[in-house]
C-alpha cells in the first residue's frame, strides 16, 4: 500500500526548518534595513500605511495590507515577532504542534514582508508565503485523506517549475531561442560566488547543454509529477534536484532551493526512503500508516471529499496566475513542429499529420476558452485570484524569463577633500576587481539584491527613476549610521566622510566573454551629462592611481565594521561607464531637502 509517513514527516520539519533559516535571515539585516536608523524604518512604513488607508476600518487594512504591525509599531514588537516566528519554526521542527507552529510562522513573515518592502519583494519571500499557507489549507485532514496535502504540494511544484520554464519561452528572449543564454547567467546572476567564474568559464557546448537541460527540466519533465508511477514522480523529483543544486552551487539565492528541495519531497513516497535508506528509515509500523489509519465509516468519507473541496479552489484558482505567463502561447509548439517537419520533409503524409495535429491542438485550445461554461468558470477564478492578491496565498512564478546580457554595478565612494576617494564594500554585492565574490548559503541579504536591480533603471541616463531608499543609504554613508554601515564589509573611514558619489561600472568576469560580442548589441548604453566627459577622465584618472595601491589591506584608514577583502586572483575586469550621483554633502543634501519642504 502507498504511504506518506515519511514523506508528510520531511516535508513539515524541512518546512519549519526553512521557516527558521528564513527568519533568522531576516534578523541579521533588520537593523539596518527597518529598524530605528534603517533605510525604511518600520515606523515610517506603518505611518505611509496609515496615510494611504486612511478611512478604512481596522478589517480592512489587514484585508489590504495583512500584518500585526497594525496593533503596535514599536521597535521592541517587532523584536518580539521575529523571535516569535524563530521559536515557532524550532518547535515545529522538534515536532511539537507543527500546524499551530507553521500557522505562526505564516503570519509572523506574512507581516513582516508587508512592512520589509522592498527588501522582502522577491518571488521566493512570497513563495514561503504560499507553501505556509497551502499546508494550512490540507493539514487538517492529512491524517484522513494525506494524499491532498501531497498532491496540493506536486502541484505547487508543477505550476512553480512550468512557469519558469514558460515565461522564457513567451518572452521571446533571443538567448534562450539560441541557447547561449547560460553563456550570461553566471556572470549576469544577483550574486555570483566563486564557482560562478569557473562555470562562467566552460566550453560554449557546456553552457549550450545546461540551457536545453533547464528547458527539459521546467518544461516537459515537469509533468511527470503527475505521473502514473513512482519511477515518473522520481524522475521529476531529480530532475527539479539537480537544477536547484545547479543554480545554488553556481550563485547565492538564499533558502531558493532549500524550499524548493521541501516542497519537491511532494513528489516521494515512503517506498523510496525505506529502499534507499533503509538503516535511516525503517518500514513504517502499519499503525503509523496515516493512509490506512482512516475507518471506512461514512464520517470518514465525507471528511475526505470535504478535504477536496477545501483544496480544489485552491488548484484551480492558482492557475489563473500560471496561464497568464503564456502570454497566449504554447511554448515549444513552434520549435517542434518545425522539427518534425524539417525531419519528414520527404514524406508528405508524415507533414500532412504534423500540421493537422497542429491545427487540432489550436482550434481545441480555442474551443475550451470559448466555451461559454468554461468562460464563465474562469472568470469566477479569474475574481478569486484578484480576491486573495493581497494576502500573497497564491503568486506568479517566473524567474529569469529574459536573460540579462550585460552586468552594471554601483559603486559607492567616499572622500574627505573631493581629490582622494575610498571606496565602500560590501558584505556580499560584487566589489573591485580582486575581491573574491561571497559564499551565502541559505542567507539572504536585501540590501545586496536590491542594488543589483538598480542600474538596468539606468538606461540611456535615466536617473530619476531611482528609489527613495537610494538617496537614503547615501545619506546614511553621509551620517555613518551604524545600523547601516554594519551591512557593509568594508567602511574606509574613522568619521562619516564629507562627501559621497556613486559611479557606473561595466563588470564581466575574466576567462572567457559570452557568444555575443564584448558589447552586445541589446546592451543599453549610459549616457550622462555632456559635461560629464572631463569628470569622467579624471576619475578614471584617480581609478588608475588607486589600483596600485590595492596590494594594501587597506586597514590603515579604515572604520570600525569589518575589513577589506582582498585576493590575488583578478575576478572582474570593469570599466567606468560614468557618474550616477555626483559629489554630495550634507549640508548640499540638507539644502535639497529644505527646497523641497517649501515647494510642498
Known amino acids: 500500500m502507498t504511504g506518506y509517513y515519511y514523506t508528510i514527516m520531511l516535508l513539515e520539519r524541512g518546512l519549519c526548518l526553512v521557516n527558521a533559516v528564513v527568519f533568522v535571515s531576516f534578523l541579521i539585516q533588520m537593523p ?252 513504517v509500523p502499519q499503525h503509523l500508516l496515516m493512509a490506512s489509519s482512516a475507518s471506512p465509516s461514512m464520517i470518514s468519507w465525507l471528511l475526505v471529499i470535504l478535504s477536496w473541496l477545501v483544496l480544489l479552489p485552491y488548484l484551480g484558482t492558482s492557475l489563473v496566475p500560471l496561464v497568464s505567463t503564456f502570454r497566449g502561447q504554447i511554448p515549444w509548439k513552434k520549435e517542434i513542429v518545425g522539427y518534425l517537419e524539417r525531419k519528414t520533409e520527404s514524406i508528405k503524409s508524415i507533414q500532412n499529420l504534423i500540421t493537422k495535429s497542429s491545427a487540432w491542438i489550436d482550434n481545441t485550445i480555442s474551443a475550451i476558452i470559448r466555451n461559454k461554461y468554461m468562460r464563465r468558470i474562469w472568470s469566477k477564478l479569474d475574481e478569486w485570484d484578484t480576491l486573495v492578491s493581497p494576502l500573497s496565498i497564491i503568486n506568479r512564478y517566473a524567474k529569469f524569463g529574459s536573460m540579462t546580457t550585460f552586468r552594471w554595478e554601483f559603486v559607492f565612494e567616499g572622500s574627505n577633500d573631493g581629490s582622494s576617494w575610498k571606496e565602500y564594500e560590501f558584505k556580499y554585492k560584487i566589489n573591485g576587481p580582486n575581491a573574491t565574490p561571497a559564499v551565502i548559503p541559505f542567507h539572504l541579504p536585501g540590501l545586496d539584491w536590491r542594488i543589483w536591480f538598480l542600474p538596468p533603471t539606468l538606461k540611456y541616463g535615466d536617473v530619476s527613476q531611482l528609489p527613495q531608499w537610494f538617496h537614503d543609504f547615501v545619506m546614511a554613508l553621509l551620517l555613518g549610521t551604524r545600523e547601516v554601515l554594519q551591512l557593509l564589509r568594508y567602511v574606509p573611514f574613522e568619521k562619516p566622510p564629507k562627501y559621497v558619489r556613486v559611479l557606473l561600472y561595466d563588470y564581466q568576469f575574466t576567462g572567457r566573454k559570452p557568444i555575443s560580442a564584448a558589447k552586445s548589441a541589446d546592451q543599453p548604453s549610459f549616457e550622462g551629462d555632456e559635461d560629464e566627459s572631463e569628470e569622467e577622465a579624471e576619475i578614471e584618472g584617480e581609478i588608475e592611481e588607486d589600483d596600485d595601491a590595492d596590494a594594501d589591506d587597506g586597514s590603515e584608514n579604515a572604520g570600525p565594521y569589518n575589513q577589506k577583502k582582498v585576493d590575488k586572483k583578478m575576478w572582474w575586469n570593469r570599466k567606468l561607464l560614468g557618474v550616477v550621483l555626483r559629489p554630495c554633502s550634507l549640508k548640499k543634501a540638507f539644502k535639497e531637502k529644505d527646497s523641497d519642504d517649501e515647494e510642498d
Open 32 to 283: 539596518g534595513l527597518v529598524g530605528k536608523n534603517g533605510l525604511t524604518p518600520l515606523s515610517v512604513t506603518m505611518r505611509k500605511l496609515e496615510n494611504k488607508l486612511r478611512g478604512k476600518s481596522l478589517l480592512q487594512k489587514l484585508y489590504l495590507t495583512p500584518t500585526v504591525f497594525w496593533f503596535s509599531s514599536k521597535e521592541w514588537f517587532l523584536q518580539a515577532v521575529v523571535y516569535t516566528g524563530i521559536i515557532s519554526a524550532v518547535l515545529g521542527f522538534m515536532g511539537l504542534f507543527i500546524p499551530l507552529q507553521i500557522l505562526i510562522c505564516f503570519i509572523s513573515y506574512s507581516s513582516i514582508r508587508i512592512i520589509g518592502q522592498p527588501w522582502l519583494g522577491l518571488q521566493m519571500h512570497a513563495t514561503i508565503i504560499e507553501t505556509d499557507f497551502l499546508y494550512l489549507l490540507v493539514c487538517p485532514f492529512r491524517s484522513i485523506n494525506p494524499f491532498a496535502l501531497i498532491f496540493g504540494m506536486r502541484f505547487l511544484v508543477w505550476r512553480i517549475m512550468l512557469g519558469c520554464g514558460a515565461c522564457k519561452y513567451a518572452t521571446g528572449d533571443k538567448t534562450w531561442r539560441n541557447q547561449t543564454a547560460m553563456t550570461y547567467h553566471y556572470y549576469t546572476q544577483p550574486l555570483p560566488n566563486p564557482i560562478s567564474w569557473y562555470a562562467h568559464n566552460m566550453p560554449i557546448w557546456f553552457h549550450k547543454m545546461a540551457s536545453i537541460a533547464t528547458h527539459i527540466i521546467e518544461g516537459p519533465l515537469t509533468f511527470l509529477s503527475f505521473g502514473p508511477g513512482e519511477i515518473c514522480r522520481e524522475l521529476a523529483f531529480f530532475g527539479n534536484l539537480g537544477l536547484t543544486m545547479m543554480i545554488n552551487m553556481t550563485g547565492n539565492y538564499g533558502f531558493l532551493g532549500a524550499l524548493t528541495t521541501v516542497q519537491s519531497i511532494s513528489l516521494l513516497e515512503d517506498s523510496f526512503f525505506t529502499y534507499w535508506l533503509p538503516f535511516v528509515f525503517p518500514p
